[in-house]
């Protein structure tokens, strides 16, 4: 029944930014950890930002002191400001639910297309 809608994707040059969103519709989203994960053609989903519901985050390495996860609970949207964009950064990124971030009741969005390149 939840519906997650990511948007804000798109083409942009190396070094340039983009921000994504997701929007949740249902329950309140301070219940919810919730995330930003990746996968390319031909590659496994990775994990790129997660945010619970008081604020903590955990980023990858590969995007530390790049990208930004945020959460707007009035909104039930969660962000992912992505500064300093490489080639390798080109995925499908979607967004994440999980009830209180036990890994067990989890949502996924359809994802949004990523695409850096000069």
């Known amino acids: 029944q939840v519906q997650l809608v990511e948007s804000g994707g798109g083409l942009v040059q190396p070094g340039g930014s983009l921000r994504l969103s997701c929007a949740a519709s249902g329950s309140i989203v301070n219940f919810y950890t919730m995330g930003w994960h990746r996968q390319a053609p031909g590659k496994q989903r990775e994990l790129v930002a997660r945010i619970t519901g008081d604020g903590s985050t955990v980023y990858a390495d590969f995007v530390k002191g790049r990208f930004t996860i945020s959460r707007d609970n009035a909104k039930n949207t969660v962000y992912l400001q992505m500064n300093d964009l490489k080639p390798e950064d080109a995925a499908v990124y979607y967004c994440?639910?999980?009830?209180?971030?036990?890994?067990?009741?989890?949502?996924w969005g359809q994802g949004t297309q990523v695409t850096v390149s000069s």
């Open positions: 994440k639910r999980d009830f209180l971030g036990r890994g067990t009741n989890v949502a």
